[in-house]
């Protein structure tokens, strides 16, 4: 995996995580904030031909 993938996949995982912690503690603006940001990744993950549903397929459906 390359340097870029790597950090790709790093910040995914952040975000998701920073998803269900915003979630936990009940903070909406924080979780469309959160939401917005996994969005972005997403977004640059399908431009890259970044193949990321095989890890965050199921997060995804979860969030």
């Known amino acids: ?3 870029f993938m790597t950090a790709l996949h790093l ?3 952040d975000a998701v995580s ?7 503690r009940g ?3 924080l979780c469309l904030v959160q939401a917005g ?3 972005d990744l997403v977004e ?3 431009r890259h031909g970044v193949d990321i ?3 965050y397929g199921a997060l995804a459906h979860a969030a």
């Open 18 to 24: 920073a998803l269900q912690e915003a979630r936990e």
């Open 27 to 29: 903070d909406e603006d």
């Open 11 to 13: 910040r995914l995982y």
């Open 1 to 3: 995996m390359n340097e």
């Open 53 to 55: 549903d095989c890890g």
């Open 44 to 46: 640059i993950a399908a």
């Open 37 to 39: 940001e996994l969005e």
